[in-house]
C-alpha cells in the first residue's frame, strides 16, 4: 500500500460510504444470525490514479471458515460500569425512609437513620477512608456480587475480516465517461 498515493480526504470518503452499506447490510440481517461473504471490490482514486483491489485472502479455516468476511451473532456479556449510580443511591434511600421513616410524618420528613446513611455516604464519596468497622463486609460483598452478576448487555457480535489488498498499476478505466455519467444523474434528479 506504501506505493498507491491517494487524494486527501479519501480515508473520510470510503468511511462515510462503508457506513452507508454497512447500514444496507444490518438492515438485511438480524442481530441474531452469524454469517458469511466473500467480498469483492476495486476502490480508485480518479484524482491520483491509484488504484487497489480487495478480495478474499486464500486460506482455509479459521474463524472465518475460509472465506474473507464474517458477521457473528449478537452476544450477552455482563457489564459492571453499566450501573447507574444514580438510580441506585436513590432505591437504597429510599428503602431506608420507607423502613426508618413512620407512615405517618410529613411527605418531606425523613429519620436520624436515613440523614446518617446520606452524611456516610457524602463522606466516602469525597474521601478514601470508609470509616466501617468491617462488620457487615462479607454481606457487602454478597450483595455486590449478586447485583453485578445481573448486568447483562447484548453486545453486536464482532466482525473478522481475511482479505488481502493488492494495487493495480494499470487499471484502466474511462474517467471522462465516468464523469459525463455522474453529470448526466445530477441533472435527472
Request: hydrophobic share 40%; aromatic share 4%.
Amino acid at each position: 500500500m506504501e506505493e498507491v498515493e491517494w487524494s486527501d480526504g479519501m480515508a473520510k470518503a470510503l468511511r462515510f460510504l462503508a457506513n452507508k452499506i454497512d447500514k444496507q447490510e444490518k438492515s438485511r440481517h438480524s442481530p441474531e444470525e452469524d454469517y458469511y461473504a466473500d467480498p469483492q471490490v476495486m476502490v480508485m482514486d480518479m484524482n491520483t490514479g491509484s488504484t487497489v483491489v480487495m478480495q478474499t485472502e486464500l486460506h482455509e479455516g479459521g474463524k472465518t471458515k475460509g472465506r474473507g468476511y464474517r458477521r457473528c451473532s449478537a452476544v450477552q456479556q455482563r457489564v459492571p460500569a453499566k450501573l447507574p449510580q444514580k438510580k441506585i443511591i436513590r432505591r437504597l434511600l429510599k428503602l431506608a425512609i420507607r423502613n426508618f421513616v413512620p407512615a405517618d410524618a410529613s411527605p418531606a420528613e425523613y429519620s436520624v437513620v436515613v440523614k446518617k446513611a446520606i452524611e456516610d455516604i457524602a463522606q466516602m464519596l469525597v474521601s478514601d477512608e470508609e470509616g466501617d468497622d468491617g462488620r457487615h463486609e462479607a454481606a457487602l460483598q454478597s450483595a455486590l456480587s449478586d447485583l453485578l452478576d445481573m448486568t447483562m448487555s447484548t453486545r453486536a457480535g464482532d466482525t473478522l475480516l481475511k482479505v488481502e489488498v493488492i494495487p493495480i498499476t494499470h487499471a484502466e478505466m474511462d474517467v471522462s465517461a465516468i464523469t459525463n455519467e455522474i453529470q448526466l444523474k445530477k441533472v435527472s434528479q
